[in-house]
């Protein structure tokens, strides 16, 4: 099904195909999200933010879900503008972890522009970096988020990765069952 929206992306050798299903954090990776917020909220990002090139699309899909645990969403293009796309563009991050190139929150590349943002993976790396990530958290805080909730098996839900952040609301008790296949697209057809 993927393959019929854009071009599959696989991490490595595995499977374009992940499964993501909530967990406590005891039993879930620590260098993760469920590892770092079990079934508490997870903030908003853009998935890959570590990365030079981050995936240009993700797809999640519904196998088992609720409505009372949605997909957030915030225009992160608009957010990015309400701050200043020149500061965004002089704001240098880095990786939390690795030894990967400094990178920038706004990004303007060939096919449009690359927003990065996950205040768990990465970090300010400049003193333009320290008062965009500041300046960006407050206008986050201020605007409002979409709930999409992928609460029917087949419920699909296609996020541009490099505008929109997106997050996980809370998994309430009884919806520990919750089950997404999320697949990274280079482009859409």
């Not at 299903?21 to 079990?38: D, F, I, M, R, V």
Request: aromatic residues 8%; positive net charge.
């Amino acid at each position: 099904m993927a393959a019929s929206f854009g071009q599959p992306l696989s991490l490595g050798d595995g499977d374009p195909v992940h499964t993501l299903t909530p967990a406590a954090k005891e039993a879930s990776t620590p260098n993760s999200y469920s590892g770092l917020y079990g079934l508490q909220a997870f903030p908003f990002h853009t998935d890959m933010a570590h990365w030079r090139a981050p995936p240009r699309y993700l797809m999640l899909r519904c196998v088992v879900g609720f409505w009372e645990v949605p997909t957030m969403l915030i225009d992160g293009a608009e957010l990015a503008r309400s701050v200043g796309l020149d500061l965004l563009a002089r704001a240098i991050v880095r990786p939390v972890q690795g030894k990967l190139p400094l990178l920038r929150i706004y990004q303007p590349v060939e096919e449009g522009a690359i927003l990065r943002w996950d205040e768990v993976f990465i970090q300010p790396a400049s003193k333009a970096g320290e008062e965009g990530s500041a300046q960006f958290r407050e206008a986050m805080r201020l605007r409002a988020c979409q709930p999409i909730a992928l609460a029917t098996r087949g419920d699909t839900l296609v996020i541009d990765n490099w505008r929109m952040l997106h997050a996980r609301a809370l998994v309430p008790s009884g919806c520990e069952g919750r089950r997404l296949e999320r697949v990274y697209l280079g482009r859409l057809q």
